[in-house]
Nanobody, 115 residues
């Protein structure tokens, strides 16, 4: 069974930085696409950033220029460097991985940005 485990969330002041990591384990390697989504209280889950196996990236307008998504050195690892954090970035951040019709989600990691 494929699982995704996120880490790196926490409490930070506005203007600060955090780096999230997501590591996949299980029988599937070489995901076509990995990325990050977030869900704030009372809101729908939304895309933050994704990266393909070829390195192509996609960002939400709200984070472009502040966040950077990358693939880790280890296979099936995806990172999210978050700089210049704002209180509106507060949410549970989820990692997602895709390979064909297989879609896997992590359990989420909480990011709280205080003003």
């Amino acid at each position: 069974q494929v699982t995704l485990v996120e880490s790196g969330g926490g409490l930070v002041q506005a203007g600060g930085s955090l780096r999230l990591s997501c590591v996949a384990s299980g029988p599937i390697f070489n995901f076509n696409n990995m990325g990050w989504y977030r869900q704030a209280p009372g809101k729908q889950r939304e895309l933050v950033a994704t990266i393909s196996s070829g390195g192509s990236t996609n960002y939400a307008d709200s984070v472009r220029g502040r966040f950077t998504v990358s693939r880790g050195v280890a296979k099936n690892t995806v990172l999210l460097q978050m700089n210049s954090l704002k209180p509106e970035d507060t949410a549970v951040y989820y990692c997602k991985a895709l390979r064909g019709s297989l879609e896997v989600w992590g359990q989420g990691t909480l990011v709280t940005v205080s003003s």
